[in-house]
């Protein structure tokens, strides 16, 4: 299984184990309309900003610590310099980015056994767009699920045969299965009932002008 890199100034540095977590920030440009059925909200691009990656020494100890502190220590200096971005690259998911070394936050203790440590990063660019495709998925799908949107009268219509088993916010969804209120009807009451009149407030009685 290949393993994640960093490439920077002719020199490679590779991840003994790949990283425990890798993170990042980004920031979508949206297009939003209100319209009567609702919020449009239109993706039309996204820039990623910040890289996160978290790993650890494992068995490579001291040693390994050692490398990677080398390393991003000549990569920090190099680009605050005038440098080029160095590259990160991991082939398991196919993400590619060039990247300027930011932090390299670590601490130890006398029963830390990992040694985890956190390479922080700026996203310069996303090289083969993976990681952008990636995230306007994953922000497509949370859409989908109903996060951030709202049932109202103007896109759920009343008698919508769908409508009664959609989530909804701040009460428990309806249950599709509980029995429905009967159809009204048009049945004329029975011979010799008085006709019903409607109740006014008694400033709003028969007679008096509104």
């Given amino acids: 299984m290949a393993l ?36 449009v909200v239109q993706i039309l691009s996204c820039n990623m900003d910040d890289l996160v990656v978290t790993a650890e020494a494992g068995g490579g100890g001291w040693e390994y610590i050692h490398a990677v502190a080398l390393f991003m220590r000549d990569m920090l200096f190099d680009q605050r310099s005038g440098g080029e971005p160095g590259t990160f690259s991991y082939p398991t998911r196919g993400w590619e980015m060039d990247v300027y070394a930011v932090n390299f936050p670590f601490k130890d203790a006398w029963n830390e056994v990992t040694r985890e440590f956190t390479m922080q ?56 299965n509980a029995p429905k209120d009967p159809a009204p009807t048009n049945t004329p009451p029975p011979a010799g009932t008085p006709p019903k009149i409607p109740s006014l407030p008694p400033e709003q009685g028969p007679g008096i002008p509104r």
Avoid: C, M
């Fill in 121 to 176: 990063f700026k996203i310069q660019e996303d090289v083969n767009g993976v990681i952008t495709s990636d995230t306007i998925a994953g922000e497509i799908e949370r859409l989908k699920k109903g996060i951030e949107y709202e049932h109202n009268d103007f896109n759920t219509p009343e008698g919508d045969p769908g409508s009664s088993a959609w989530p909804t916010f701040d009460k428990a969804p309806a249950d599709p």
């Fill in 4 to 39: 994640a890199t960093i490439t920077h100034g002719g020199k490679s540095f590779q991840f003994r184990t790949n990283p425990n977590s890798i993170r990042w920030t980004y920031t979508l440009n949206t297009k939003v309309e209100e319209t009567y059925g609702g919020r």
